[in-house]
């Protein structure tokens, strides 16, 4: 019985709000248990798997450079020798994504990891920072860009994140796994708001 509180809501449990900071404290609880093993916090498992999801471990290509140490051009990209299209970064020949730049033209920085992973820039830095010392990531000096720093992925640091991200998503199913057949219409409820709220989901879109 509420006689103080002004809200719409006769019982606490009918607030959509109040639920899903429930679930979402419930859900990182189960999380950090997942990641505990592997001494990582959940935003070095976020940012660390987001690296090496776009592809930040180091190959002559990856850092922007061709087979003799000079930046990749145009030329080299291009299969006919003329500027770059869309279908000659992406592979699949649709439209260009994160992953797509990341791998072919030139290193992930520090903003293209923070905009894939939707973290704050200065937080995405000193979280870096400390993958840094871990030995699981490097921050060179970018090819073509004095004020960035190209990232990488170490062989080590590559091994974890696969690790790491086979616990958090066998901990998602556990966690998920009451909503049984409901559970690709929640993803999907998730989806729209993802796009009503203007953040984009896994795959990119709004």
């Known amino acids: 019985m509420n006689d103080g509180l002004e809200t719409e ?5 009918d607030s959509p709000g109040l639920l899903l900071w429930r679930v979402t404290n419930a859900w990182q609880a189960a999380q950090r248990a997942a990641l505990h ?19 930040g471990t180091y190959d002559a290509a990856a850092m922007g450079l061709d087979s003799d140490g000079a930046p990749v051009t145009q030329r080299d990209l291009a299969n006919d020798g003329g ?9 699949h020949g ?3 994504t994160q ?19 939707h973290t704050d ?8 920072r400390a993958l840094e010392t871990k030995g699981l990531v490097r921050r060179s000096p ?8 190209a990232l990488t992925v170490t062989p080590s640091g590559a091994s974890l994140a696969s690790a790491a991200n086979t616990a958090v998503e066998a901990a998602d199913r556990a966690f998920f796994g009451p909503l049984t057949d409901d559970r690709p ?16 989901d896994a795959r990119g879109q709004h």
């Open 9 to 13: 809501f006769a019982d606490a449990a």
């Open 37 to 55: 093993t592997f001494d990582l916090t959940h935003v070095q498992f976020v940012l660390l798997a987001s690296l090496t999801f776009l592809g």
């Open 83 to 91: 500027p770059v299209t869309q279908r000659d970064l992406a592979n």
């Open 94 to 96: 649709g439209p260009v």
């Open 99 to 117: 992953r797509d730049l990341a791998n072919h033209g030139g290193p992930v920085t520090q903003r293209d990891l923070a905009n894939h992973a």
């Open 121 to 128: 820039p200065m937080m995405t830095s000193q979280v870096l």
């Open 142 to 149: 970018h090819p073509t860009d004095a004020r960035a720093r």
């Open 185 to 200: 219409l929640f993803t999907d409820m998730l989806r729209r708001l993802t796009r009503t709220t203007g953040v984009r």
